[in-house]
């Protein structure tokens, strides 16, 4: 009996089942979309952590020889050991392990080690690998969030589509009331109304279910695509290939199946519960609540009744009438507003603060940049060849070190001694004697003519045999990083200065001491792409190679690398930019291996990652948003039999089809205008409170503030709401609704 009713019901009432089938598509579609684009992030993640860490699982390191290589390669949960030549050295040998079942790897690493003979810490593991493969290594302190990460948004989007879909078969099942009311009153049992209207569920969904599984898995191919296509114009940009196992599809299908089953579960259980006497009367219609106010009254809204009238205090009366069920549409549009706007806001902020400490800082400093791996800069043989080259302006061969300096007291500047002296300013102890200073003292080493530059730029004669101090100490006392202000660090009549290894300590510290001849004092400095002025209060030195290569072994801790700094001829076209880095690669990469970047296609790489990362945070935007803007549609067009009613009895007393369509263009308003002025209020006090913590001028935001874009958003969402109540607004038109208060069908 029920299943022929259910049958009949379904081919008697197709218009009825319009919002559950849109919701159900919209929610297969959403979960199919996400799993698959987050199991191809996940095949990603392993394939670049294998191109930057290596595929190998485990890693042994000690004295080992070709027996235990043997003995390794027999134990019965190893796919293959061998040797790593790159890293085996002094240390020993380094044996990379690979092994066939991955949940095992700490349990049979250590019986590796044992078997070797070789103590626990010999063994090393492959982290974040392995937490890809979701196997936790003990003695792992790194927080490996991605995986929870996807499998949280999956959790959060299948809740929120529940709530969305649960409101579609609500509204249908409450429809519904009187009908099953008189089933119930002729024996029909609890269970058997669950039964049907959860069969009803199942047959409505299951194309639509279909469908949206196929429909998300061609979007997130065609997001996988556009990504490719962004990341193939970026430098170093990597390809993602696209797959999607069978597995997937069937956990996909089965959390669509769940996500149905609990949305139509809820209402069901709900409605089944009912006695005969409460469905007979139908309870089902828009009901303002009254509360004890002294007296019973009812709720009114004064600031749409002022504004539109009789029609804005209906408006008014349904929304909150229907405010639990619109819950979700509020929460959805209030999340999907306020992260829309904050992220506009976000990426506005970053890119002032990037351009006042990047880009605009460093414009004059460089245009290309050339990073000669492991060479020091005594073995770079190359400078003069780049010097030549046509389209260089100018060019500095440099390598940076780490030394420390002892700085007495008597050294020290009368504005830094006014204003507490270094001490006050950093609460570095005293290294020896009284008011002696041990300071970080980064060194630049420049070539011998890059050096002679310099000392021109500052106006001294040309000396090989000493160095150049740079006196400016950031007063963080009375300026912030943003807008800095400096104060000389030391005397500028200072003539030499003493420094010693900084990773020397007791007597080797004594021992590593060189003092050399300061050959000036100056707040200018060669342009570079370095930061100077750090938190730690470093006195930084230039130095010529010439005189490195004297002290270098006692001071050491030079970086592995050296550095190439261009200046180009033509500084404002890309293609030129483009060709002139070609050309300095084509110079120095026949005899170094070298990483190169230039100025303007920095610039544009970090311009197209800001707006891929703008695109994917505004997708989740956009998905939260249409998240609220289904749950409006499932409501307007489900609710036809209540608004019926409802507007039956107000066009009774004089209310004509224009006040309709006013009255649901108010709704829409209220639905929309509700949440923009929430978030709005929130965006207005995170923006000034990153501002504040950004230290920027809020006039330069203010100038800048992605207005359009968050006004074209909330113009989107709005149109889609309206769209939602005029269709729902069109078909009540269009009723006889003197005959829809006796007729007992949806139409």
Not at 608 to 629: D, Q, R, S
Not at 641 to 663: D, H, N, Y
Request: charge should be negative.
């Amino acid at each position: 009996m029920w299943k022929n009713y259910a049958k009949d019901y379904i081919k008697n009432n197709r218009t009825s089942g319009i919002s559950i089938m849109a919701a159900s598509f919209i929610a297969a579609l959403f979960l199919s979309f996400l799993c698959c684009l987050f199991y191809n992030f996940w095949l990603d993640g392993i394939e670049g952590t294998k191109l930057e860490d290596g595929d190998w699982h485990g890693r042994i390191t000690g004295e080992i020889s070709g027996n235990d290589l043997a003995a390794v390669n027999h134990f019965a949960n190893v796919e293959k050991a061998v040797v790593n030549e790159e890293l085996s050295g002094e240390q020993g040998t380094v044996m990379d392990v690979y092994f066939s079942n991955k949940k095992t790897v700490y349990q049979d690493m250590r019986a590796l080690v044992n078997i070797l003979g070789l103590p626990e810490d010999a063994a090393d593991y492959n982290y974040q690998l392995l937490s890809l493969y979701f196997v936790r290594i003990p003695g792992d302190d790194m927080p490996r969030l991605l995986m929870p990460a996807y499998l949280v948004i999956v959790v959060i989007m299948c809740f929120s589509l529940i709530l969305v879909i649960h409101n579609s078969f609500a509204v249908s099942m409450n429809s519904r009331v009187h009908q099953f009311g008189i089933f119930s009153s002729i024996g029909a049992t609890p269970g058997q109304i669950r039964a049907c209207l959860i069969q009803e569920a199942l047959v409505r969904a299951a194309v639509p279910i279909m469908a949206g599984i196929l429909s998300g898995i061609v979007f997130s191919f065609g997001t996988v695509w556009g990504m490719n296509a962004f990341a193939k114009n970026l430098v170093g940009g990597r390809q993602m290939s696209y797959s999607c196992h069978p597995f997937l599809l069937l956990l996909v299908l089965i959390l669509s199946i769940l996500t149905v089953l609990v949305s139509a579960w809820l209402p069901a259980r709900k409605l089944s519960r009912l006695t005969p006497l409460e469905s007979i009367r139908g309870t089902d219609e828009l009901q303002l609540k009254k509360r004890r106010m002294g007296f019973w009254v009812k709720k009114h809204s004064p600031i749409l009744s002022t504004l539109f009238g009789m029609e804005g205090e209906i408006a008014g009366n349904a929304i909150k009438a229907q405010r639990k069920a619109l819950r979700t549409t509020s929460l959805s549009l209030t999340l999907a507003f306020f992260g829309f706007m904050t992220m506009q806001c976000f990426w506005t902020l970053s890119g002032i603060s990037t351009n006042h400490t990047y880009f605009e800082k460093y414009q004059d400093a460089w245009d290309v940049m050339v990073t000669v791996k492991d060479t020091p800069i005594e073995d770079f043989t190359l400078a003069k060849d780049i010097r030549e080259l046509s389209g260089v302006d100018s060019s500095v061969v440099y390598q940076k070190a780490e030394a420390v300096c002892i700085l007495p007291e008597e050294a020290q500047s009368q504005q830094l001694l006014a204003a507490g002296g270094l001490e006050a300013f950093s609460g570095e102890p005293q290294f020896s004697g009284e008011g002696a200073f041990q300071v970080k003292a980064p060194l630049v080493i420049l070539d011998d003519e890059s050096f002679g530059e310099f000392c021109e730029q500052i106006g001294i004669a040309f000396r090989l045999d000493g160095g150049i101090v740079l006196n400016r100490l950031w007063d963080s006392e009375n300026s912030n990083f943003r807008y800095p202000k400096y104060i000389p660090y030391v005397k500028d009549d200072m003539e030499t200065i003493v420094l010693h290894n900084a990773a020397a300590k007791g007597d080797r510290a004594f021992e590593s001491m060189t003092e050399i001849p300061v050959l000036a004092c100056t707040q200018e400095y060669p342009l570079l792409r370095e930061e100077y002025e750090k938190s730690d209060f470093p006195l930084v030195e230039f130095l010529p190679l010439s005189l490195w290569k004297e002290i270098k072994r006692q001071i050491g801790g030079a970086e592995q690398d050296a550095y190439v700094r261009v200046l180009a001829n033509d500084r404002t076209e890309p293609d030129a930019m483009n060709m002139l880095e070609d050309e300095i690669m084509q110079v120095v990469s026949r005899e170094y291996e070298v990483e190169s970047e230039n100025r303007i296609q920095e610039r544009i790489d970090n311009d197209k990652m800001i707006g891929g990362y703008e695109l994917i945070l505004g997708a989740f935007c956009v998905l939260l948003a249409i998240i609220g803007i289904a749950h409006v549609f499932s409501h307007t067009l489900g609710f036809l039999r209540q608004r019926k009613r409802e507007f039956a009895r107000l066009q009774s007393v004089g209310l004509t089809p224009a006040g309709i369509r006013k009255i649901f263009c108010i709704e829409a308003l209220v639905i929309v205008g509700r949440p923009v002025l929430i978030t709005s209020m929130l965006t207005i006090v995170a923006v000034a409170l990153m501002i504040k913590a950004s230290y920027l001028d809020p006039i330069e935001f203010i100038k800048v503030a992605p207005v359009l874009p968050i006004l074209a958003f909330i113009i989107t969402v709005f149109g889609f709401v309206a769209w939602a109540y005029y269709l729902g607004g069109k078909k009540i038109l269009k009723v006889n609704l003197a005959d829809a208060l006796r007729d007992d069908t949806m139409m």
